[in-house]
C-alpha cells in the first residue's frame, strides 16, 4: 500500500490561494492520487484525481511532479467555505489502499 | 458524479437494539458500495465491502454478525448493526464506487447508543 503523509493542519485567508501537499515515495507504476474533501458531519466529496503532470477542473488544480513521489492540491481564491479536511488517498484504480484513509490536512480559512 | 443518499440522517437507539441504516445510489447502478464509520475528530475506517447480489466483505476486526451488510440491488444497500451498544455510536458513512473509480459518498448517518 502507497503511504501518504499530509500537514496536519493549515491555514489561510480568504481570497488566498492554498496549497497541500501529499508526499507518496512508494507510490507504485499504476497508482492513481485522489483528493477528498470533508465537511464537518458530512460524508467525504471526490475533488480531483490525477496520475501524473497536472489536472484541472472547476474546484481545484493537481500538481503531479515527474516523480510522482508527492502531490499538490491547489484550491484557487479559498473562502470561508473551504475550511474542511483534505484527504489525499494514493492506489491503483479500483484497489484496496484507495479505500484507505488517513488522517487528512485540516485546512482553516480566516477572514 | 454519482448522488448518493442515505436514510436516517440521525438515528438514536437503546441498548440492546438493532439500527438499519439505508445507503442509496440514486442516479448510477452501483456494483459495489463500501460501508466506512468515523469516529469524532479521526478519520473514515472501512467497515466492508458490500457486492451487489454477493456476501459483504468485511475488514479485520469488524464483527459481520454484529453489522449485517445487504446489497440486494444496484441502487440499495443497507447495514444493520445488531444489538447496538453505546461504542458502536459513530457517524456511519457509505459510498459508491465510481466509473473512475473515485468514491462517491453519502451524506452519513449520526448513530447515538443510549
Known amino acids: 500500500l502507497a503511504k501518504t503523509t499530509q500537514p496536519i493542519s493549515m491555514d489561510s485567508y480568504e481570497g488566498q490561494e492554498v496549497n497541500i501537499t501529499c508526499s507518496h515515495n512508494?507510490?507504485?507504476?499504476?497508482?492513481?492520487i485522489t483528493w477528498y474533501q470533508q465537511f464537518p458531519s458530512q460524508g467525504p466529496r471526490f475533488i480531483i484525481q490525477?496520475?501524473?503532470t497536472k489536472v484541472t477542473n472547476e474546484v481545484a488544480s493537481l500538481f503531479i511532479p515527474a516523480d510522482r513521489k508527492s502531490s499538490t492540491l491547489s484550491l484557487p481564491r479559498v473562502s470561508l467555505s473551504d475550511t474542511a479536511v483534505y484527504y489525499c488517498?494514493?492506489?491503483?484504480?479500483?484497489?484496496?489502499?484507495?479505500?484507505?484513509f488517513g488522517k487528512g490536512t485540516m485546512l482553516l480559512v480566516s477572514p | 458524479g454519482a448522488v448518493v443518499s442515505q436514510h436516517p440522517s440521525r438515528v438514536i437507539c437503546k441498548s440492546g437494539t438493532s439500527v438499519k441504516i439505508e445507503c442509496r445510489s440514486l442516479?448510477?447502478?452501483?456494483?459495489?458500495m463500501f460501508w466506512y464509520r468515523q469516529f469524532p475528530k479521526q478519520s473514515l475506517m472501512l467497515m466492508a465491502t458490500?457486492?451487489?447480489?454477493?456476501?459483504?466483505?468485511?475488514e479485520q476486526g469488524v464483527e459481520k454478525d454484529k453489522f449485517l451488510i445487504n446489497h440486494a440491488s444496484l441502487t440499495l444497500s443497507t447495514l444493520t448493526v445488531t444489538s447496538a451498544h453505546p461504542e458502536d455510536s459513530s457517524f456511519y458513512i457509505c459510498?459508491?464506487?465510481?466509473?473512475?473509480?473515485?468514491?462517491?459518498f453519502g451524506p452519513g448517518t449520526r448513530l447515538t447508543v443510549t
Open positions: 459510498s459508491v464506487l465510481g466509473e473512475g473509480y473515485e468514491q462517491y
Open positions: 512508494n507510490i507504485a507504476t499504476n497508482d492513481y
Open positions: 490525477g496520475y501524473k
Open positions: 488517498l494514493v492506489g491503483e484504480v479500483g484497489g484496496y489502499s484507495t479505500l484507505t
Open positions: 442516479d448510477f447502478q452501483a456494483t459495489t
Open positions: 458490500s457486492n451487489e447480489g454477493s456476501k459483504a466483505t468485511y
